[in-house]
């Protein structure tokens, strides 16, 4: 063979090498291969996750929905003439309306969350909330 038709075999040789291996490769894109994001991590994983677990559902004598923590004393009320509102349990089961402002707004997002999204039972309370 001639060595001057080498250059232009050997360009052939290498197209078809190129066409071969891009015919057999897959186009599989896995997102775990790429890396963690430069500014930490994602929105997603930093929003605060709420669950339905401890808190007692009850309905008032007087047919309000209510939630509070076990063991806390701040009730979130729904139903009152349609406002959320926090209410403190007294000693006698008597119930004062509270600010949200005076508790802690992590334990009022859970309990708002408990209150608007859990699929919970309500059982029957004593308490009442309005007078009438």
């Known amino acids: ?26 186009d599989n894109f896995d997102p775990e291969s790429l890396p963690p994001p430069a500014a930490g991590t994602t929105a997603i994983t930093t929003k ?5 677990e401890g808190f007692i559902y ?5 047919g309000i ?3 509070r923590e076990s063991g806390g004393v701040l ?4 139903g009152l003439a349609n406002k959320t ?15 949200h402002v005076e508790r802690d707004s992590e334990t009022s997002n859970k309990l708002k969350h408990a209150l608007n999204n859990c699929n919970a039972r309500f059982l ?8 009438g």
């Not at 001639?2 to 897959?26: H, M």
């Not at 605060?48 to 339905?52: L, M």
């Not at 509102?85 to 600010?99: A, N, S």
Request: hydrophobic share 40%; aromatic share 20%; net charge negative.
């Open 1 to 26: 063979m001639n060595p001057k038709y080498w250059w232009p075999l050997s360009i052939v040789f290498f197209g078809f090498i190129g066409i071969a291996l891009d015919a057999r490769e897959t």
């Open 48 to 52: 605060p996750q709420y669950t339905c």
């Open 58 to 62: 009850s309905i008032s004598e007087d």
């Open 65 to 67: 929905k209510y939630v």
């Open 75 to 78: 009730l979130l009320t729904a």
């Open 85 to 99: 509102g926090f209410y403190q349990l007294g000693k006698y089961g008597d119930v004062r309306h509270v600010d």
């Open 124 to 131: 029957p309370s004593g308490v009442y909330f309005s007078n």
